[in-house]
């Protein structure tokens, strides 16, 4: 399994954006839901988001709902998590991976490096 790249971290002050990008296989990114996941420290990884296979019916965890949008496009196998008005809370290590879309856990033991998210002032 090729491990997805993830980008688009930094530092941010509250209240602020990120546009964060991960790029996949295209086999995966062809057949499977995507979704983003976070870790922070010394917490599990928790679910984020995720996004159907051609883009319908987003679903995301309490937490962000309102705050950040999924999106994903198709041709460049690429998925993306905007994330506006950031809060503390939600600093952590993100990360993609294909997603079983109805009980929103990742598909594949596989991360790739993550993108850090600080969000601090």
């Known amino acids: 399994q090729v491990q997805p790249v993830e980008s688009g971290g930094g530092m941010v002050q509250p209240g602020g954006s990120l546009r964060l990008s991960c790029t996949a296989s295209?086999?995966?990114?062809?057949?499977?839901?995507m979704g983003w996941f976070r870790q922070a420290p010394g917490k599990e990884r928790e679910f984020v988001a995720v996004?159907?296979?051609?883009?319908?019916?987003?679903r995301y965890t309490d937490s962000v709902q309102g705050r950040f949008t999924i999106s994903r496009d198709n041709v460049k196998n690429t998925v993306f998590l905007q994330m506006n008005n950031l809060k503390p809370e939600d600093t952590a290590v993100y990360y993609c991976?294909?997603?079983?879309?109805?009980?929103?856990?990742?598909?594949?033991?596989?991360w790739g490096q993550g993108t850090q998210v600080t969000v601090s002032s």
């Open positions: 991976n294909a997603v079983d879309y109805y009980r929103a856990n990742p598909l594949f033991n596989s």
């Open positions: 295209e086999r995966t990114f062809s057949i499977y839901a």
């Open positions: 996004i159907s296979r051609y883009g319908a019916i987003p």
